[in-house]
């Protein structure tokens, strides 16, 4: 009796010790990767449905996360925890997008989001994904960027004056810009006096927040826009142009607050008649509706705009 009554037992935990081994071989390779900080990579972040990832900036405070599908995916982050960003898939069958996140400084940080679902199976997951600042985020000459450098202060102090310090205390007697020359609404950007020395341009600009709330700035961009010629006619065309250097007074801008800077670029050799030089300036939560303000392509010989 005792016999049979063993074997019930050993009949009914069947399927439990199943489900148990089941669950224990769906156990994702988890992994903790360690990265530098690179302008020229683009890092892979491995997700899985119900799981979710940590990406850390390891002295850096993210400023905003943009994300390229956020029907799929979900991006988290806190003021209380200014280093973490979690992400996490939000739909059941695989999929892949891009996130950019920004920091606090204005370096960039792009990601490819891989998630392969509920059905990977023995798949690995990167549960953190930190990220180390490297020894210096200076631009080499050889390796031009996209990205650029940490925004400084202008009045701000250190072991000597940067190339855009020089060249701000040399646009330092800018008039004020007249209304006509600001682009935007919400968003106001003008650019002021220019300076050219051989291909190498200064910029100084101007930001003025007109909107009724505080608003964080983006890294300025520089770029050569034009109009396409292939077979879309008005199809227009923007080729993003390495940054050197910028400095900002104040990314923060109150309503009515308005910050200046200064942006150091390598201008290219030529251009098409119809492209133009474009200074890019944009909000941290609305980066995909920049304001555009024109760079002559060449500076008056006064220095001028």
Known sequence: MKVCLSLLHVIALAPFLGLLASAQVDVPQAKIVNLTLDRNEVAVLHLRTGYVSSVRLSGEEVSSVVLGDVHAFKAEHSAAEPQLVFFKPIVTKPSQTNALITTS??????????????????????????????????????????????????????????????????????????PSDWEGKQLRVAVGRTQENAQEMTVKFFVLNSSPRTIELLPPQIQLAGTSKDKHKGAIKAEPLAIKEYRLTSRRLPPGGKTEGVVVFERPAFKESQERLELEIAQADQVDKPVLAPIAFVANTGGSK
Not at 111 to 130: A, H, I, M, N
Not at 135 to 163: C, M, N, Q, V, Y
């Open 105 to 178: 400084t204005g370096h960039q940080i792009s990601l490819t989001l891989v998630s392969e679902g509920v059905s990977g199976r023995g798949s690995v997951v990167d549960y953190v994904l930190e990220f180390e600042r490297p020894r210096s985020f200076l631009i080499e000459a050889a390796r031009p960027s996209f990205l650029i450098a940490d925004t400084k202060t202008i009045d701000s102090h250190g072991d000597g004056p940067t190339k855009a310090a020089m060249k701000e205390r040399d646009l330092a007697q800018e008039s004020s810009v007249s």
